[in-house]
Nanobody, 117 residues
Framework: QVHLVESGGGLVQPGGSLRLSCAAS????????MGWYRQAPGKRRELVAN????????NYADSVKGRFTISRDNAKNTVYLQMNSLKPEDTAVYYC??????????WGQGTQVTVSS
């Protein structure tokens, strides 16, 4: 059974940084494309960034390009999201996603990120 556990969320001031981690178990991690999504109150869940199985290709939402970096460590079954220059509009619950070779989605429970002074 796929198990994804996010950590690293919290309260940060505008302009600050956070690093989210997602530890995966129950899967052969290197066979999964990984991603981070977020959902703000009253809004739909949206893609923040994703990374291919080998880590060779990444994709970012326009709103986070140049500020966020996704990476993965296949030896540790972990995907990361480094978030810099955070803005109040980045406030949301951030979810880890693991997409299988056949396109099946698996989700973590989410971690809250709040950007506020």
């Amino acid at each position: 059974q796929v198990h994804l556990v996010e950590s690293g969320g919290g309260l940060v001031q505008p302009g600050g940084s956070l690093r989210l981690s997602c530890a995966a178990s129950g899967i052969i991690f290197r066979f999964y494309d990984m991603g981070w999504y977020r959902q703000a109150p009253g809004k739909r869940r949206e893609l923040v960034a994703n990374i291919t199985r080998s880590g060779g290709s990444t994709n970012y939402a326009d709103s986070v390009k140049g500020r966020f970096t996704i990476s993965r460590d296949n030896a540790k079954n972990t995907v990361y999201l480094q978030m810099n220059s955070l803005k109040p509009e980045d406030t949301a619950v951030y979810y880890c996603n693991a997409k299988s070779l056949v396109g099946a989605d698996n989700w973590g429970q989410g971690t809250q990120v709040t950007v506020s002074s």
